[in-house]
């Protein structure tokens, strides 16, 4: 399956500053999507990345808040912005291999807001 | 839109038992049902997956059987393992969008 490489790792910020995490995919895939996960809790898809076009946003998520850019089949990136003491969790981004065909995870970025 | 529900949230089975876990999904148009696997500080794994054309699916100790029906899907984990002990979630997508829904996991501990 596909290399997918998640940076930072982790980091802890401070309030009201942004965070942009990177996604790197060794091929090139079609869909690459970013999912949150608060501490103890279930995965939630923030929104599916296009590439070459604007991200599709599930409910509860907006592009102010969390804009995503996509140049290309092996790139993508999550922008946490004006970020709260809510919005620590992990953020990671999913690669989806074809038609009810499998998704894959990075490791995934632990973010810590103080 | 989809939503998935999973039971039991928490499971401790001995070593050697089987264990099962139980999703259900709301809607009828959802043909795609991959488990993962997430051990603590890591990335969620694929462990098994099944399509909704098909019944059943194994693959050594684990298998997942799935009724469109009644709309839910099992996970059975066979002879565990103490490697087990992980939390599982189920999850749902409706094909062509690819999107996952997931299930709110299970912790399953295995007592050795």
């Known amino acids: 399956s596909a290399v997918i490489s998640q940076k930072p790792s982790r980091d802890i910020c401070q309030r009201g500053t942004s965070l942009t995490i990177q996604c790197q995919v060794d091929?090139?895939?079609?869909?690459m999507f970013w999912y949150r996960q608060q501490p103890g809790q279930s995965l939630t898809l923030i929104a599916t990345?296009?590439?070459?076009?604007?991200?599709?946003?599930e409910s509860g998520f907006v592009i102010d808040k969390f804009p995503i850019s996509r140049p290309n089949l092996t790139f993508s990136t999550l922008t946490v912005s004006n970020m709260s003491p809510e919005d620590s969790s992990i953020y990671l981004c999913?690669?989806?291999?074809?038609?009810?065909?499998?998704?894959?995870f990075g490791d995934g970025t632990r973010l810590s807001i103080l | 839109g989809e939503n998935v529900e999973q039971h039991p949230s928490t499971l401790s089975v001995q070593e050697g038992d089987s264990a099962v876990i139980k999703c259900t999904y709301s809607?009828?148009?959802?043909?795609?049902f991959p488990w993962y696997k997430q051990e603590l500080g890591k990335r969620p794994q694929l462990i098994i997956d099944?399509?909704?054309?098909?019944g059943e699916k194994k693959d050594q100790r684990i298998a997942v059987t799935l009724n469109k029906t009644a709309k839910h899907f099992s996970l059975h984990i066979t002879e565990t393992q103490p490697e087990d002990s992980a939390v599982y979630f189920c999850a749902a997508s409706i094909g062509g969008n690819e999107k996952l829904t997931f299930g709110t996991g299970t912790r399953l501990t295995i007592i050795p």
């Open positions: 091929s090139q895939v079609t869909m």
């Open positions: 999913s690669v989806g291999t074809g038609y009810n065909q499998p998704q894959h």
């Open positions: 990345a296009n590439q070459g076009s604007e991200a599709t946003y």
């Open positions: 809607d009828s148009a959802s043909n795609y």
């Open positions: 099944i399509r909704s054309n098909v």
